[in-house]
């Protein structure tokens, strides 16, 4: 991402008054560690800054794409945890369970998340509640 953008994301937040409210941003690169290959070919080279300002920035949630694989996982700094969500495709059509396609469904209330999932069952040629 770079300084630049990273320097102009923090003012946004901060010019917008978004701090202190349930925040959720979305990144196109995936923020997870890959294998070698793809770390040098295919990440987000400043992940970890990215990551450190927008935990300092208290952001709750980073959706993310890229990788059409659906993951979570959670970061925390200085009593803030950021929930990161790689949602996988909606479109896909395979048969591994964490690239076929799916789409979160998430629900904000009282500065908590909800969030539910559906998959593709192919069989009946639609999409069910991921339990």
């Known amino acids: 991402?770079?300084?630049?953008q990273l320097d102009r994301l923090?003012?946004?937040?901060?010019?917008?008054?978004?701090?202190?409210k349930f925040t959720i941003?979305?990144?196109?690169?995936?923020?997870?560690?890959r294998d070698k290959i793809h770390e040098m070919t295919a990440s987000l080279r400043?992940?970890?800054?990215?990551?450190a300002?927008?935990?300092?920035?208290?952001?709750?949630?980073?959706?993310h794409g890229h990788t059409h694989r659906a993951h979570r996982f959670e970061v925390s700094m200085e009593n803030h945890t950021?929930?990161?969500?790689?949602?996988?495709?909606?479109?896909?059509?395979s048969t591994d369970p964490e690239r076929v396609a799916r789409y979160n469904?998430?629900?904000i209330e009282d500065g908590k998340a909800r969030i539910r999932?559906?998959?593709?069952?192919?069989?009946?040629?639609?999409?069910e509640w991921l339990v």
């Open 1 to 4: 991402m770079g300084q630049g």
């Open 10 to 20: 923090e003012r946004e937040l901060r010019d917008r008054d978004l701090l202190g």
């Open 25 to 33: 941003g979305l990144v196109h690169h995936n923020l997870h560690k």
């Open 46 to 51: 400043d992940r970890d800054e990215v990551l």
């Open 53 to 63: 300002r927008l935990l300092a920035l208290r952001m709750n949630i980073l959706c």
């Open 82 to 93: 950021m929930l990161i969500i790689g949602s996988g495709s909606s479109t896909q059509n």
């Open 105 to 107: 469904l998430t629900q």
């Open 117 to 127: 999932t559906r998959v593709y069952d192919p069989a009946h040629r639609r999409f």
